[in-house]
């Protein structure tokens, strides 16, 4: 080694032992003493310089990471995505957006899931969502929403080219909140992918403000072990309180600028074949079979008729057909059960959860800093409402923790662009 190489090497040494003394003192200082007897600033606050510390002290829910939480995501930058702004080839694409190239253990390889995505708008956050659930043996369906900009359309389009199973459905829906378009979306996105060649086991959907806090292999350990062969339709016969939604005829009202559904005076005729309506979730986990016998029975297809003017029918299609004793992998008997949203529903305050610290939107809470240590101890697969834009260290902190959990369980030699982080002086804890 010459002289120069020597020094260079023993500077980086005393950066290094020098930068983790400090960290601890400060750690030590700022998050673990009285957290009322700190004053933050802004100049105090190490935003992002050291974010698996201050991300590990929230999931811990330590009053003092809040405070400095709080005052880094106010002056905070999120990371850009080059690839986004501009476009890059291929595999720029994979690496910068650290994509996982290869299957990671061979229980994963052997158990394909099918994804369908409906999205509108925020690229950023789809790029987040897609990273953290693309395997290179799933199947990805994106539903980009009709009326969203060209410029949005052609950004999606732009990363999907460099995938050989993600493509966007050969047809589009201008998706109305709680209108019939919304489950129009999702059985665009079957039909493409009962069709395809990529053989697949389960099929999960997703909307733009989902995110996983569960690994893949976590999430095919869960279907084994709970719903072998089942599908999952959270849900139970059809309340009094919401018999309205399929008892009047419903309208999707749709201009530009502004869409909803409203109820008509029409009383619709009972249920085909005299089917028991239910009321669920409108997320599902699904296996293939089910999915073909949703496209091809008389039954099926014919509620799927009646649904057209009901209102928000993907909450009852799934469940009511889930319920029949003769459909694939049918759970006759099954109630709310499926851990396969984590949602914190404002009625639901003091008993599911403690609160919401970001805000309400519909009743559902946009998960704010307070809320992490929630999330990443719920049972659910996915999380759901994300709103980078107003909260993006919660992302940050979710994603961090996702991937090294991904990278962790790992079974394959690790590549460096399968990282997000480039070093890490400290571990974080994921054993929650
Ligand atoms: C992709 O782009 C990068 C950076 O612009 C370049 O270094 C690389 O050679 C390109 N790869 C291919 C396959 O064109
Ligand atoms: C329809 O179903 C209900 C209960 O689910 C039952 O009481 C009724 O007799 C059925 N009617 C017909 C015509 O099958």
């Not at 009285?34 to 802004?42: G, H």
């Not at 790029?127 to 949005?152: F, G, T, W």
């Amino acid at each position: 080694m010459n002289p120069l190489d020597a020094t260079k090497s023993g500077f980086l040494v005393c950066i290094a032992v020098c930068t983790f003394i400090y960290t601890f003192i400060y750690l030590k200082d700022t998050l673990l003493e009285d957290p009322n007897e700190q004053k933050f600033s802004e100049n105090t606050a190490e935003c992002g310089f050291y974010p698996d510390e201050l991300c590990s002290a929230l999931f811990m829910g330590k009053t003092a990471a809040f405070k400095i939480g709080n005052v880094c995501q106010n002056t905070y930058r999120p990371e850009t995505f080059s690839c986004i702004q501009t476009p890059c080839n291929c595999s720029t694409v994979l690496k910068t957006l650290h994509f996982i190239t290869r299957p990671l253990s061979a229980e994963e390889r052997s158990f394909s899931l099918a994804y369908i995505i409906t999205i509108h708008k925020e690229l950023e956050m789809f790029v987040k969502l897609l990273r953290a659930i693309y395997m290179p043996q799933n199947i990805y369906c994106i539903h980009v929403d009709e009326k969203s900009s060209e410029d949005y359309k052609a950004a999606v389009q732009n990363i999907v080219n460099c995938f050989e199973n993600i493509f966007i459905s050969s047809k589009r829906e201008n998706v109305v909140y709680a209108g019939f378009s919304r489950l129009q979306a999702d059985i665009n996105c079957m039909r493409d992918l009962v069709q395809s060649k990529i053989q697949w086991n389960y099929v999960i959907n997703l909307c733009g403000q989902d995110y996983p806090i569960k690994t893949n292999k976590d999430i095919i350990k869960y279907i084994k072990s709970k719903w072998n062969g089942k599908n999952m339709t959270p849900g139970v016969v059809q309340p009094l309180h919401m018999k309205h939604r399929t008892q009047f005829s419903y309208r999707e009202y749709v201009r530009s600028g502004m869409s909803y559904v409203y109820p008509t005076k029409n009383i619709k005729s009972k249920p085909p074949y005299n089917l028991t309506i239910y009321f669920g979730s409108a997320y599902y986990i699904l296996t293939k079979e089910f999915v073909e016998f949703t496209l091809t029975d008389a039954r099926a297809k014919d509620l799927l008729e009646w649904s057209r003017d009901t209102y928000s029918p993907d909450e009852h299609y799934w469940v009511t057909l889930n319920r029949l004793n003769d459909a694939p992998g049918a759970t006759p008997n099954a109630d709310w059960e499926g851990n396969i949203r984590a949602i914190k529903w404002k009625d639901q305050e003091g008993t599911a959860h403690k609160g919401c610290k970001g805000h309400y939107i519909r009743d559902i809470c946009v998960y704010g800093l307070g809320d992490l240590q929630w999330i990443i101890e719920s049972p659910h697969l996915f999380a759901n409402k994300f709103e980078p834009a107003t909260y993006p260290l919660v992302m940050d902190c979710l994603e961090r923790r996702h991937r090294l959990k991904v990278l962790h369980q790992a079974e394959v030699p690790i590549e460096d662009h399968w990282r997000f982080q480039e070093d890490s002086y400290f571990n974080m804890k994921l054993n929650v």
